[in-house]
């Protein structure tokens, strides 16, 4: 039944939105724009890879950090979470540090017509005494609030208004726009209303064990009948 919806809807695959917070690498914030390269340039070679379901969703670049939001399917999104976890271990790429807020699977539809890249030179100076006075779940909730009323307010503009609307996020709709504090002080704390890509990871490359209740049972049973 799953299938055959989404042969309906001329989808491919299942389709999943993931949204993330990182750091930058110090060699990539002399020149954030070089961060929306780096994404287009492996996106474009994950197609070529695994065909599929296409990227979509916006990547919002600050001077030291981005929020980044995508819909794909499970294995496009594991590929790049395997290449942010090889950054962070590596330095080979732009991030540094990073948090997944959330991974909502089997959307009914994409928010982000295409995917897209804005840099946003606003500039937080006290970033580092940002004092959080809500639950660290709210303020996910709250980050992830901001990314779907950005998404539904750019599907809103007329595709020849679309540009301009993107040049002039931080003028229009500021209130949409995830706090550089907030993201700062998210990447600085363990907490189980996020997780990391390695946590993400190990869900699927680990494998998954199993144990029977007779091998929790000592003295082991012996069986009084041969196996046949």
Same mark, same amino acid.
């Given at each position: 039944?799953?299938?055959?919806?989404?042969?309906?809807?001329?989808?491919?695959?299942?389709?999943?939105?993931?949204?993330?917070?990182?750091?930058?690498?110090?060699?990539?914030?002399?020149?954030?724009?070089?961060?929306?390269?780096?994404?287009?340039?492996?996106?474009?070679?994950? %197609?070529?890879?695994?065909?599929?379901?296409?990227?979509?969703?916006?990547?919002?670049?600050?001077?030291?950090?981005?929020?980044?939001? +995508?819909?794909?399917?499970?294995?496009?999104?594991?590929?790049?979470? $395997?290449?942010?976890?090889?950054?962070?271990?590596?330095?080979?790429?732009?991030?540094?540090?990073?948090?997944?807020?959330?991974? %909502?699977?089997?959307?009914?539809?994409?928010?982000?017509?295409?995917? %897209?890249?804005?840099?946003?030179?606003?500039?937080?100076?006290?970033?580092?005494?940002?004092?959080?006075?809500?639950?660290?779940?709210?303020?996910?909730?709250?980050?992830? $609030?901001?990314?779907?009323? +950005?998404? %539904?307010?750019?599907?809103?503009?007329?595709?020849?208004?679309?540009?301009?609307?993107?040049?002039?996020?931080?003028?229009?709709?500021?209130?949409?726009?995830?706090?550089?504090?907030?993201?700062?002080?998210?990447?600085?704390?363990?907490?189980?209303?996020?997780?990391?890509?390695?946590?993400?990871?190990?869900?699927?490359?680990?494998?998954?064990?199993?144990?029977?209740?007779?091998?929790?049972?000592?003295?082991?049973?012996?069986?009084?009948?041969?196996?046949?």
């Amino acid at each position: 039944m799953v299938e055959e919806k989404y042969r309906q809807q001329n989808k491919k695959n299942l389709l999943h939105r993931y949204v993330y917070v990182a750091e930058i690498q110090e060699e990539y914030q002399g020149n954030v724009g070089d961060v929306g390269d780096y994404y287009e340039k492996l996106f474009k070679n994950l %197609s070529n890879l695994y065909g599929g379901e296409g990227i979509t969703g916006l990547l919002l670049v600050y001077p030291k950090h981005y929020a980044h939001i +995508l819909e794909s399917s499970t294995e496009m999104i594991t590929e790049i979470t $395997r290449d942010i976890q090889r950054n962070a271990e590596h330095g080979n790429g732009p991030v540094k540090n990073a948090k997944i807020l959330v991974i %909502s699977h089997d959307i009914p539809q994409r928010l982000y017509g295409q995917w %897209s890249c804005r840099v946003l030179d606003i500039r937080a100076p006290k970033m580092d005494q940002y004092e959080a006075t809500d639950d660290t779940d709210k303020l996910v909730i709250d980050m992830l $609030r901001q990314t779907l009323q +950005l998404g %539904s307010y750019l599907a809103k503009q007329p595709k020849l208004n679309l540009k301009n609307a993107m040049d002039s996020l931080h003028e229009k709709v500021p209130q949409f726009l995830p706090q550089q504090e907030v993201i700062n002080f998210l990447l600085g704390i363990d907490d189980n209303s996020m997780s990391t890509p390695r946590q993400y990871l190990d869900k699927y490359e680990k494998p998954f064990e199993v144990v029977l209740d007779g091998e929790l049972t000592w003295p082991i049973p012996v069986r009084l009948f041969p196996y046949h």
